[in-house]
Structures are given as structure tokens and as C-alpha cells.
């Protein structure tokens, strides 16, 4: 057996099954963000569990700080060093606020697992190691936030900003 299950009825009609989705829990890279501060000033001044508060304009200090990553020095010598890390943190904190937003309808799921129960996943390749997206098996959409961070940071996102893909995100 492949990674599609086959099963076999009593009248002997083969039925395939797509395989297992794998669940994610992001959360915790989340958290990352106001718990593992930087000694950075300005982080620690801001970066922390009231202001990051899953709220839709918390994101607004989520980008401040990714722009802050990119436009200096010890932002991109962590970047240089990290850029997984951070892509996954930020990341999963705008999937988060998303999740939150839309009343339940997506989980967190591993990448390839999602990859292999839809065409939705069939242009994308993973942008970091063990890549998990926001999936909905009731209506068959993903959505891939650690991906857009990633296009973001490399200076090919089509969103200007990380609030703009949130909002367009939870609008659709």
C-alpha cells in the first residue's frame, strides 16, 4: 500500500482512500514571539503578550517588527541566522489571527499531508523545513501564511503588507 490507502468492498469494488491529514499545532511557534524577545529595545518594549494579542491590528505591529528585521543591521544578522525561525513564527501567529477569525472553519495541518488531499498545494513547494498550512476540509481551501512570510521577506509577497493578506484572507 502507497500513501493512498486501497480498500476492497464485499461485492470486490476498489475504493481509494486519500491519505491520513496530519494535524499541526502552531500556536506554540506563535507564542514565540513575545516569549523568546530579542534583547533589542524596541522588542522587548513591544513585543509582548498584550500587544501581540491575536487581534486583526495586532498585525500592524507584527509587520513593524518584520520591517525592522529587514531594514537593520541586527535585524538582518538574525534573519541571516534564523530566517526559518522567524518565518515560522510570524507565520504562524498571522495564522493564528486568521484562525480566529473565521469561526473555527481551519486547523492547522502538515504541509504534505495537505498537499496530498487536494490540488489546492499542487504550485507550491515548502518554504521551510516542516511547513504546516491552514486548511479546511469542509471547503477544500488552504491558505499558507508561512509561505506568504517567506515571499514577504524575500521581497516577492503580492500582498504590501502582512495586514493586507490577513484582512484578504478572513474576508474570503
Same mark, same amino acid.
Given at each position: 500500500m502507497g500513501s493512498t490507502g486501497q480498500i476492497q468492498d464485499e461485492v470486490g469494488i476498489v475504493f481509494f482512500l486519500k491519505p491520513r491529514l496530519i494535524k499541526n499545532d502552531k500556536k506554540y511557534n506563535a507564542e514565540l514571539l513575545f516569549k523568546d524577545v530579542s534583547p533589542d529595545q524596541w522588542d522587548q518594549d513591544h513585543l509582548t503578550k498584550a500587544n501581540l494579542d491575536y487581534s486583526?491590528? @495586532?498585525?500592524?505591529l507584527v509587520n513593524e517588527y518584520a520591517e525592522r528585521l529587514i531594514h537593520t543591521e541586527f535585524g538582518q544578522q538574525l534573519l541571516k541566522e534564523h530566517s526559518d525561525n522567524f518565518i515560522t513564527r510570524i507565520g504562524a501567529y498571522l495564522g493564528e489571527v486568521i484562525k480566529n477569525h473565521k469561526d473555527g472553519q481551519y486547523r492547522w495541518f502538515d504541509f504534505n499531508s495537505v498537499k496530498e488531499n487536494t490540488v489546492h498545494l499542487n504550485n507550491y513547494v515548502l518554504s521551510v523545513e516542516d511547513e504546516s498550512v491552514l486548511y479546511s476540509k469542509k471547503m477544500d481551501n488552504v491558505l499558507c501564511p508561512i509561505f506568504e512570510v517567506k515571499r514577504y521577506f524575500?521581497?516577492? @509577497?503580492?500582498?504590501?503588507n502582512f495586514l493586507t493578506y490577513v484582512e484578504q484572507a478572513i474576508k474570503n
Open positions: 486583526i491590528d @495586532s498585525v500592524r524575500e521581497g516577492k @509577497s503580492n500582498y504590501n
